[in-house]
C-alpha cells in the first residue's frame, strides 16, 4: 500500500468507524440510569477499532502491554498540563471579552464515580485505540516527516490523528455546546492528541497514549468532583 492509499484509507475507515458508531450507538437503548447514553457509542467505537486492528493486521503494527512505572510519569504530566494550560489561556481570553466559558454536558449528567468510569478510564482507551492504535499506525512509514515542536519531532502521523482526533469533538453540538466551548474543546484536544500520538510514537506502545489522554482528563475529574 502506497503512502498516500494509507493517508486516505486510514482517515477514511476512521471517519466510518466513529460516525457509524455514534449512528448505532444512538440507537441502542440501555434500562439503566448508571450507564450513560454514550456508553453504546463508546462500545462500538472500541469494537470497529480492534477489528480493524485485526483485520489490517499487515498494514498496522498494532502493540500493548503494561507500562513501565517511570515512563508513565510524563505522559501523564504532559497529558495534565496541556489541558490545564490551553484550556486555563481560552478561558481567560474568553473572560476578558465577556464570553461564559461553559462546561462539559457530563458535568450535567454523570456522577464523579460516572465521570470516572466512563469517561477518564473507559472513554481514553476507546478513542486512543481508534485514533492512535489504529490511525497514527497505519500512517506509521510516515513517520519521518513532520515537524520540530519544542525541539521534539512530531511526526505527519501524530499531526493527522490528533486533527481527526480534535475534529472528532465536534459532535459536542449536538449537546448544545456554546461556540467558544466547542473551539477551546478542539484546541485542548489537538494538543493532547499531539502528546498522546508523540508517546505512542516514542515507545511504540498504546498504553502510553491511553496514560496520556487519561493525564488530560484529570482536569474534568477534578471539576466534577468538586465544582
Excluded: C
Amino acid at each position: 500500500m502506497k503512502n498516500s492509499e494509507r493517508v486516505i484509507w486510514g482517515i477514511l475507515l476512521t471517519t466510518i468507524v466513529f460516525l457509524l458508531s455514534a449512528f448505532l450507538g444512538g440507537k441502542i437503548q440501555i434500562n439503566n440510569k448508571f450507564i450513560p447514553e454514550s456508553f453504546g457509542s463508546d462500545t462500538l467505537i472500541l469494537l470497529f477499532s480492534i477489528a480493524l486492528i485485526w483485520g489490517l493486521k499487515k498494514y498496522v503494527n498494532y502493540k500493548i502491554s503494561v507500562p513501565k512505572f517511570k515512563r508513565t510519569l510524563k505522559p501523564l504530566l504532559f497529558g495534565f498540563l496541556a489541558a490545564v494550560l490551553v484550556n486555563g489561556l481560552i478561558t481567560v481570553i474568553g473572560n476578558s471579552l465577556g464570553i461564559a466559558a461553559g462546561s462539559h454536558y457530563a458535568f450535567d449528567v454523570m456522577s464523579p464515580l460516572q465521570f470516572f468510569l466512563f469517561i477518564f478510564i473507559y472513554a481514553s482507551i476507546e478513542e486512543e485505540v481508534l485514533f492512535r492504535g489504529f490511525l497514527q499506525n497505519i500512517l506509521n512509514p510516515l513517520k519521518d516527516k513532520g515537524i520540530k515542536i519544542f525541539k521534539r519531532h512530531i511526526s505527519v502521523p501524530v499531526i493527522i490523528a490528533a486533527l481527526a482526533f480534535s475534529l472528532a469533538h465536534l459532535g459536542l453540538i449536538k449537546t448544545g455546546a456554546s461556540a467558544f466551548f466547542l473551539g477551546r474543546t478542539l484546541a485542548s484536544t489537538f494538543t493532547i492528541g499531539l502528546i498522546a500520538g508523540y508517546y505512542q510514537e516514542k515507545y511504540d506502545n498504546n498504553a502510553y497514549a491511553i496514560i496520556a489522554h487519561m493525564g488530560s482528563n484529570i482536569l474534568g475529574l477534578i471539576g466534577i468532583i468538586f465544582f
